[in-house]
């Protein structure tokens, strides 16, 4: 037999091979969008310092200063001075730390009631100026702008100019920022990816205090479980722990968070990594800042499989429950412990806000590209479902408003936990350039919808049948036409709290908008504005008598009379304060002017008559 | 068996090799996704649906059902399940299972392609798979043409040298290393991150040595049989350093394929060595094999 043609045929078909893929990958990438070229620029040496955010709290002032590298033989010292009377001052010096080239400063006994001219200065020549801001205890409004998932790619947009972002916060003059996590996508060089992201935001960020907080893919990984710092190995990282070596985490947190008030409870965890949960007090807005990931339990393994990724549930008939395992960890006892504690502690707060990477359920139904419909996502904080209701219930006693990003897709969700709208209100806000796509699109229209509003609105459950009400969500359009920022639902959202009124306003917008433009128009379902007491007034509820104190805006608070148990804290606004609570339980309610040191009112029950209190 | 007797073990090596790196990948594809999601949501991809009379809905599903991508996402595992017990099967005469083969080549050349469009067009992501996408095709040439035709040979050492050049790029740092290289590294041998480093950059070194020394016939041998030693440690490092008594099913539905589809890292090597014995070892190791072997 000759076998000469086929031994031919086969050195064809493995020249094919070996040829194909190649030449079919060049003449995508000759199709497709040019892919963003990630490198750190040489700068002059006047330029070397990047930029610079900081954080006031509690009279302290700490600011982080962003190097580009530096070269052998120069100083690694960085001063900061402040303009007094015209002279500038220093107030500090530190030095560089590397890995990362940041310049962490920290300045006690700060004067928090006026602005003050800063500026950085490193060597004979770079000089890098801002202002910090008084603490805007005497406005009514605090204005929180709020980012979130920051693609540099073409393919999503990223290469668009974040000009229209930085004039819309300069024009609204926002008192806080807010970047709830992926300010950086690439999982390996996260050093020129911060300096990018300061070279696109540093004009807003050096003048306000800012909040970053570092999400999976700014410590190199899609998603994570951080398990208190353990070492994930699989791909995707649904094993829990960390992708990339402690040293890098170490260094993004560094960055990130660096400026943030001081952690509250400062022990490290695995692999010498750091915390940074806390709260900031700014405007009399009191924000804690959580940290989702860092101490969740990774799903691969604990979890039964229910679809092609441990982290990824299809199979809607599951149970649920099956998945809430014992020992699942959401923010971890550490984080919750300081929930409690914040919850009480109303000392120039008039509102309390939760700033964490993502929302407390299952927001998105369709996931990613082509893949379509994902009955649950355990990236999502909607699971472990009891660590979400432990969460939850801490939050509630406060009546923090939760302000989150990470989903890609912008919403708003009243959060249940026995009852729909028995929790905190959410949103997460839109991409700043969107990496991902997801949307909100339940199979069966919501119920107790409001009058005239979408399907996939009103009263539904998640993936993992928490409850949760929907009130918006931004979805993307469902073909890829385009592809660009808006089609992909990128965006900002911006929150105004109002100190006076106690009311709490979302915006969300799409990029490049002039948002004071009279015709602009935010995405559908948005503005929307709520009481911040909407954040724990369950629909099952009753009144008690109405209080009316002799002071103004003290602090409540309804503990339980037969557990011991404190419902919740607040400060409440004016002299006139109709507490909620239970019908069936009988409370003790306690108060003061700055904390809840006195019981005012024994064995209150709902209907009960009104009462004056007198706490001078 | 039809393979004549001196290439007896060196087939077996690619047999077995290829049987489980298409095992691996049938697992993968059938427990849990192949990697294609990166491919499919583009422009070009709308495209090809509207060419081919379909909506986008009936494409990609309504999101209330599946569409025809995930209909036939879904079914490729039963490619792979075919591609392994051909494996199997195949043989010198059997032309229909060798063309079933490099087509067989050509689906894991496909999630190759898959993998490197995932991982930002690096480079060495395509070129790492090198062993896996030929060693089926390495197969079919050693029962066409014989283990030791040159064609056949040359092939194992480009699927060999592919494979080792790009685990050597990211190793040594000339890509950004990925952080479960460190991670392995770490968790298997207990050392922290410097030291851990420092074992990476050598092994990047020492895989850009074998690329060398597996082309310079007095370095060969010693080189195949580093690389057989080499690529054996790295495939079972993801269950070594992953598995856990305390995980369902202790971890293997997560790890133990991530070892199978990564037989061709130590497979090839294996196969080169067992072709470039000492005459002496060969002739001893053709004295120990049964007659029947002979007969068919």
Redesign the interface.
């Known amino acids: 037999m000759n076998?000469q043609p086929?031994?031919r045929a086969?050195?064809c078909?493995?020249a094919i091979?070996l040829a194909?893929?190649?030449a079919?990958?060049q003449q995508?990438?000759q199709?497709?969008p040019r892919?963003a070229v990630l490198e750190i620029p040489e700068v002059e040496r006047s330029e070397v310092i990047c930029f610079a955010l900081y954080t006031v709290h509690d009279n302290t002032l700490k600011l982080t200063a962003q190097l580009y590298p530096l070269q052998s033989g120069e100083s690694r010292t960085v001063r900061l001075e402040i303009e007094k009377d015209g002279n500038w001052v220093e107030v500090a010096r530190t030095s560089v730390v590397e890995p990362g080239w940041t310049a962490p400063f920290r300045v006690e006994n700060w004067d928090d009631t006026q602005a003050s001219n800063y500026r950085v200065l490193h060597g004979a020549e770079a000089n890098y100026e801002g202002v910090i801001r008084k603490n805007p205890v005497d406005k009514d409004e605090i204005v929180v702008a709020g980012f979130t998932g920051n693609s540099i790619q073409p393919a999503h947009g990223g290469d668009i100019s974040r000009q229209d972002l930085i004039d819309n916060v300069q024009q609204i003059d926002a008192d806080v920022l807010f970047f709830s996590g992926d300010q950086v996508y690439d999982?390996?060089?996260h050093l020129a990816a911060w300096l990018k992201f300061g070279r696109d935001f540093g004009a807003i960020i050096k003048d306000r205090p800012t909040l970053c907080l570092p999400d999976d893919h700014d410590v190199?990984?899609p998603n994570l479980w951080g398990e208190s710092g353990k070492?994930?190995?699989?791909?995707g990282n649904a094993?829990g722990?960390?992708?990339?070596?402690?040293?890098?985490v170490q260094e993004v947190e560094r960055a990130q968070t660096s400026h943030f008030p001081d952690p509250v409870d400062p022990r490290k965890i695995g692999q010498g990594i750091g915390v940074y949960f806390t709260n900031l007090n700014w405007g009399n807005i009191d924000f804690a800042i959580l940290e989702d990931r860092k101490f969740k339990t990774g799903p691969?393994?604990?979890?039964?499989?229910q679809g092609?990724?441990?982290d990824h549930i299809r199979n809607p008939e599951y149970d649920p429950a099956s998945v809430d395992v014992d020992g699942a960890i959401l923010l971890g006892q550490r984080q919750l412990d300081f929930l409690d504690d914040w919850a009480q502690d109303w000392r120039d707060a008039s509102m309390k806000v939760a700033l964490s990477q993502t929302i407390f359920c299952g927001g998105a139904?369709?996931h990613?590209?082509?893949?379509?419909?994902l009955h649950a996502d355990m990236d999502s904080n909607g699971w472990p479902q009891t660590g979400r209701n432990r969460a939850l219930k801490a939050l509630r006693k406060a009546f923090a408003f939760h302000y989150a990003g990470d989903q890609h897709l912008a919403t708003i969700f009243h959060h249940g936990i026995d009852e729909h709208r028995d929790a905190i209100w959410s949103f997460c806000v839109p991409s700043i350039a969107n990496l991902y796509?997801r949307?909100w699109?339940p199979?069966e229209p919501g119920q107790n919808r409001e009058p005239g509003s979408p399907d996939y609105t009103g009263d539904h459950l998640d993936g993992f049948a928490n409850k949760v009400t929907n009130y918006a969500a931004a979805n993307p359009e469902?073909?890829?036409?385009g592809?660009v920022l808006n089609t992909r639902s990128a965006g900002f959202g911006i929150v105004r709290l109002n100190t006076k009124t106690r009311q709490i306003t979302m915006e969300c917008w799409p990029r490049n908008v002039d948002v004071t433009d009279p015709s602009a128009k935010q995405y559908p379902g948005w503005p929307r504005t709520i009481s911040q007491f909407d954040n724990y007034n369950p629909p099952s509820w009753g009144k008690l008598g109405e209080l009316t104190f002799d002071v103004d805006s003290p602090v409540v608070q309804l503990v339980d009379r037969d557990s011991d148990e404190i419902l919740y804290t607040v400060r409440i606004a004016g002299k006139r304060f109709v507490p909620a609570a239970p019908k069936d339980k009988t409370f003790n309610i306690k108060a003061g002017k700055d904390a809840p040191e006195t019981i005012v009112v024994q064995d209150a029950k709902v209907g009960g008559a009104a009462q004056s209190v007198s706490l001078k | 068996m039809n393979e004549s007797n001196p290439h007896r073990l060196p087939i077996a090596c690619l047999r077995s090799g290829a049987f489980c790196c298409f095992a691996g990948w049938t697992w993968v594809h059938f427990?849990?996704?192949g990697p294609y999601?990166?491919l499919?949501?583009?422009?070009?991809?709308?495209d090809l649906a509207t060419r081919l009379g379909l909506s986008?809905?009936e494409?990609?599903?309504t999101?209330?059902d599946?569409?025809f991508?995930?209909k036939w996402i879904a079914r490729i595992w039963w490619l792979y399940l075919a591609c392994t017990l051909l494996t199997l099967t195949v043989r010198k005469t059997s032309?229909v299972q060798?063309?079933g083969l490099?087509l067989g080549?050509?689906l894991l050349?496909?999630l190759?392609?898959a993998s490197?469009v995932a991982a930002?067009?690096q480079l060495p992501m395509?070129i790492e798979h090198g062993g896996q996408?030929?060693i089926p095709?390495i197969l079919?040439?050693a029962l066409?043409?014989g283990a030791g035709h040159r064609?056949t040979v040359t092939?194992a050492i480009i699927g060999l040298i592919m494979t080792f050049a790009g685990h050597g790029c990211y190793a040594i740092g000339f890509w950004?290393t990925?952080?479960?290289f460190?991670?392995?590294t770490?968790?298997i041998l207990g050392v922290e991150?410097p030291t851990?480093q420092f074992l990476l950059r050598a092994a990047g070194i020492l895989d850009f040595a074998v690329c060398v020394g597996i082309c310079i016939p007095y370095l060969r041998r010693a080189t195949a049989v580093y690389a057989t030693a080499w690529g054996f440690l790295t495939a079972i490092a993801?269950p070594v350093?992953?598995m856990?008594w305390?995980?369902?099913?202790w971890?293997a539905?997560?790890?133990l394929h991530e070892t199978a589809l990564r037989a061709p890292h130590f497979a090839i090597p294996l196969f080169l060595f067992c072709l470039w014995r000492k005459p002496g070892e060969k002739e001893a190791l053709q004295a120990r094999q049964p007659v029947t072997a002979e007969l068919h």
């Open positions: 076998r086929y031994k086969g050195l078909c493995l091979l194909v893929a190649p079919t990958a995508n990438a199709r497709r892919r999982h390996n060089k190199g990984q070492i994930s190995t699989i791909s094993d722990g960390y992708r990339q070596p402690g040293i890098y691969a393994g604990r979890v039964p499989k092609p990724r441990p139904h369709i990613g590209s082509a893949n379509g419909r796509l949307w699109e199979l469902k073909t890829p036409a592809n | 427990y849990w996704e999601g990166v499919l949501w583009q422009d070009a991809t709308y986008w809905d494409f990609v599903g999101g209330a599946d569409g991508v995930q032309w060798m063309t490099v080549s050509g050349t496909l190759s392609y490197y930002q067009r395509f996408m030929l095709t079919v040439m066409a043409l064609v092939t950004p990925p952080g479960n460190y991670a392995m770490t968790l991150y851990a993801r350093a992953g856990s305390g995980l369902n099913y971890g539905d997560q790890f």
